[in-house]
């Protein structure tokens, strides 16, 4: 996070200088309803970052306030994608935990005469709630005894009523500028069975009363939340007030991650899940913690991607290729160069002595030369990209066509001398000839050649499958689709947004484990595939590609 630009920080700065508060403690709340996506990395960043900045600890909570959607499954991924970004949290708590906790300072809300049980429907009290320009209306419940609560109230968690059939409201001001402020529901009856109080309740907190009590109780000092939750601070320190909480947290509130071309919402990324769009919450064109770590991003790259995006109440939508300058920056040093063809084309060197094979000296990392050398095999067959030769090419294309001399990246100047093709006229073989005078590291400086391909020797190559990704839905796809009628988001899934190759590796990579990055010459940064490699075949997802415009 830049010195400068946040403000956050300067808050607790001044918090810790005037003496208001002693010390510092940040959580990070998700409710486990789903994975977690790159806008939940923000969170962690800043809430695990800006504790440990002024020797304060986070807390891991998961706020689990909802039956109906939450599964143990999210609870077990999340816990994991937190630490393997890299943080540790100080405590882990279950806002479920604390059911009891809520429920005492819901009856004392009711014994204060600041919240009553109220008849309305979810529909009423919606029409009731009146406008931004309207005030709102009284509910006919609104003036129900202490007592009348607290009987009703006790036989809503006794399970007597059905759901729907009544809430718990807060008794603030119908006529607030601040709709949050009308009366907002405390409690609703739901008969769910929980993923950790199992049948215990069939009443459950709202979010807005369950989240400053779950801050209070652990003692959190700073609530960082969202620009969404703006509106609702009122409520939220009002609820500590009524409450009679000791601890009394402050939220603040920041702006969302956004990317363009990235759909970032829970919700819609689990349809894309449960309708089988794509084979997973970890499926590598997913923006979740987990999909990224899959196409092969290093935790490192996705903190300093995150920290680069600053903390401000803005939250405009960034650049995708931000996200993949900072893989690339990551694994400039770390990942080892090699060559693979992703759609081979056969060459037969017809001037190379059959039967032969020489090992040739190839630097695993030129900006890293300490990662020192590997050998690769040269022989009579190799494989090179079909991209990589035109019969008939444009002006100004420098790679193989019929007569022309390239160089073949660790090895030897090849000429193309004669294209063999199948009976439909598919290219299916070259025939060159190579200069044993050009090999690479001699020193040769006779001619000079415009085209270097990468390439890899026939007889020793290991099969391989090499994934390539697009955005998996555009964001131009989605405008041009407003006011389309009837669809929805997938109906614009982007159908080139996974496409499968079969090609060749280097033999000294066949040993390769799942999320070894390499970068293929000419392709790309790679990762082993987790889930789709096996025994018999390597699977590479690709990160990204060389070449960007972007610029910090
Ligand atoms: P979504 O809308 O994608 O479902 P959410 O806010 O409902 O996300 P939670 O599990 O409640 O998901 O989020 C946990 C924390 O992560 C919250 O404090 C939330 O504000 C924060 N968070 C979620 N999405 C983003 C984002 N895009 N940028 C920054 N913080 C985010
Ligand atoms: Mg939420
Ligand atoms: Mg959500």
Redesign the pocket.
């Known amino acids: 996070m830049e010195e400068n630009s946040n403000f956050i920080r300067s808050i607790i700065k001044e918090d810790l200088a005037s003496g208001k508060r002693k010390n510092v403690v940040t959580r990070?709340?998700?409710?486990p309803n789903g994975y977690l996506?790159i806008?939940?990395a923000?969170?962690i960043v800043i809430n695990f970052g800006i504790a440990d900045e002024f020797n304060g600890t986070t807390n891991l909570r998961f706020?689990d306030t909802n039956p109906l959607k939450e599964d143990q499954e999210y609870v077990d991924a999340i816990k994991h994608d937190v630490e393997w970004l890299g943080y540790q949290w100080e405590n882990l708590h279950y806002a479920s935990n604390y059911f009891s906790e809520m429920y005492e300072r819901a009856v004392l809300l009711i014994k204060k005469g600041k919240a009553y049980v109220d008849d309305l429907s979810a529909e009423e009290i919606r029409e009731y709630r009146g406008t931004l320009t309207e005030p709102g209306k009284e509910s006919p419940y609104r003036n129900r005894t202490v007592e009348e609560n607290l009987d009703l109230f006790l036989r809503m968690k006794n399970g007597e009523f059905e759901n729907g059939q009544k809430v718990l409201r807060a008794k603030i001001d119908m006529t607030a500028g601040n709709i949050n402020m009308r009366d907002p529901v405390l409690y609703r009856v739901s008969h769910a069975t929980h993923h950790n109080t199992g049948d215990t309740w069939c009443i459950y907190p709202m979010y807005a009363f369950a989240h400053p009590l779950e801050d209070a109780i652990e003692e959190v000092t700073h609530s960082l939340?969202?620009t969404e939750f703006e509106e609702q601070r009122p409520l939220y320190n009002w609820v500590i007030e009524e409450c009679e909480m000791e601890a009394k947290p402050q939220q603040i509130e920041f702006g969302?991650?956004?990317i363009e071309n990235t759909v970032?919402?829970?919700?819609k990324l689990k349809q894309l899940v449960d309708e089988n769009y794509v084979d997973g919450w970890d499926d590598p064109r997913m923006p979740t913690i987990s999909g990224l770590r899959r196409k092969g991003f290093t935790p490192e790259s996705i903190r300093e991607f995150v920290q680069a995006t600053g903390v401000s109440k803005g939250s405009g939508a960034v650049d995708e290729a931000m996200l993949d300058h900072f893989v690339r920056e990551d694994l400039k040093m770390k990942a080892p160069r090699t060559m693979g063809i992703l759609n081979p084309l056969k060459v037969v060197i017809t001037n190379y002595p059959e039967g032969q094979v020489e090992m040739l000296d190839a630097e695993i990392n030129p900006e890293n030369p300490e990662m020192g050398s590997r050998q690769i095999p040269f022989s009579r067959e190799i494989y090179v990209e079909q991209d990589d030769f035109m019969e008939d090419p444009p002006k100004k294309y420098f790679r193989l066509f019929p007569g022309n001399e390239v160089r073949l990246k660790h090895a030897y100047f090849i000429k193309c001398e004669e294209v063999i093709k199948d009976d439909e006229g598919n290219v299916i073989e070259l025939r060159c000839t190579y200069d044993p005078e050009t090999k690479s590291g001699s020193g040769f400086t006779g001619r000079k050649v415009k085209g270097t391909l990468h390439w890899v020797e026939a007889t020793q190559a290991v099969s391989a499958q090499f994934r390539l990704y697009e955005p998996l839905i555009r964001d131009e796809d989605l405008k041009s689709a407003d006011g389309n009628e009837g669809k929805t988001f997938l109906d614009f899934v982007n159908e080139q947004s996974l496409s499968i190759q079969h090609g060749f590796i280097e033999p000294t990579m066949k040993d390769s484990k799942p999320h070894d990055k390499f970068q293929f010459f000419r392709h790309g940064y790679f990762n082993v595939d987790p889930k789709h490699t096996t025994e018999e075949q390597l699977v590479f997802n690709r990160i990204v590609s060389l070449k960007s415009s972007f610029k910090l």
């Open positions: 990070f709340p998700p409710e996506h806008g939940h923000k969170s706020d939340c969202t969302r991650l956004n970032m919402s829970k919700r």
